[in-house]
């Protein structure tokens, strides 16, 4: 039986908003639940980089366009992106750390949006997830990119866990596909 819920498309497809969408069922249902999204910024209609944000409300940089001139650590680009591996480890390892690894009020849910290029650049957050998707009291709803070229380790191990459901998100059926999501989420937790 799944353990975990993981959303897979393109990008641009919905992703994020089923995961919001789901998070305010959950939440309102008395679910406990924890984590981050992130969110495309955009300046002048045009998409400049993605932030971090926690359940909780806190907000932080998680890539940004890169220049030329720009001094930030070369190594750590997705396509024209720079990631701000420091703002997204301040932010986000916190929320990982606080799993409870068992409970008897039932299973946490952590939302973990997303398992992507520019999250792996962080080996404390490969160590964290993994430590999340094995723990006792925790059940995760997260998203994971669809498979692009080189396989991304973290991401190819989530898909193939026998505890993991995978739901694939299309323009057909994202409109309708939040309510199996949020019931699969809360059978995880049983």
Same mark, same amino acid.
């Given at each position: 039986?799944?353990?975990?819920?993981?959303?897979?498309?393109?990008?641009?497809?919905?992703?994020?908003?089923?995961?919001?969408?789901?998070?305010?069922?959950?939440?309102?249902?008395?679910?406990?639940?924890?984590?981050?999204?992130?969110?495309?910024?955009? #300046?002048? +209609?045009?998409?400049?980089? %993605?932030?971090?944000?926690?359940?909780?409300?806190? *907000?932080? &940089? !998680?890539?940004?366009? /890169?220049?030329?001139?720009?001094?930030?650590?070369?190594?750590?680009?997705?396509?024209?992106?720079?990631?701000?591996?420091?703002?997204?480890?301040?932010?986000?390892?916190?929320?990982?750390?606080?799993?409870?690894?068992?409970?008897?009020?039932?299973?946490?849910?952590?939302?973990?949006? #997303?398992? +992507?290029?520019?999250?792996? %650049?962080?080996?404390?957050?490969?160590?964290?997830? *993994?430590? &999340? !998707?094995?723990?006792? /009291?925790?059940?995760?709803?997260?998203?994971?990119?669809?498979?692009?070229?080189?396989?991304?380790?973290?991401?190819?191990?989530?898909?193939?866990?026998?505890?993991?459901?995978?739901?694939?998100?299309?323009?057909?059926?994202?409109?309708?596909?939040?309510?199996?999501?949020?019931?699969?989420?809360?059978?995880?937790?049983?």
């Amino acid at each position: 039986m799944a353990k975990h819920v993981f959303l897979t498309g393109p990008p641009g497809i919905g992703k994020t908003t089923l995961i919001q969408k789901a998070t305010e069922v959950l939440k309102s249902s008395g679910v406990p639940i924890d984590g981050f999204y992130t969110e495309e910024v955009r #300046e002048g +209609g045009r998409r400049i980089g %993605f932030d971090v944000v926690t359940l909780s409300g806190r *907000r932080g &940089t !998680l890539s940004r366009l /890169g220049s030329d001139s720009s001094t930030a650590r070369r190594e750590y680009c997705v396509g024209q992106y720079i990631v701000d591996l420091v703002s997204f480890e301040h932010l986000v390892l916190p929320v990982l750390r606080n799993v409870d690894l068992g409970s008897d009020t039932g299973k946490k849910v952590y939302i973990i949006d #997303e398992v +992507g290029k520019m999250e792996l %650049f962080s080996r404390s957050f490969i160590q964290a997830v *993994r430590q &999340t !998707l094995t723990a006792s /009291g925790t059940t995760i709803l997260g998203t994971i990119p669809i498979p692009k070229g080189k396989p991304l380790g973290l991401v190819e191990e989530i898909r193939s866990r026998k505890d993991v459901k995978v739901f694939n998100v299309t323009k057909e059926n994202r409109d309708n596909i939040w309510q199996d999501i949020v019931t699969t989420v809360q059978n995880c937790r049983k």
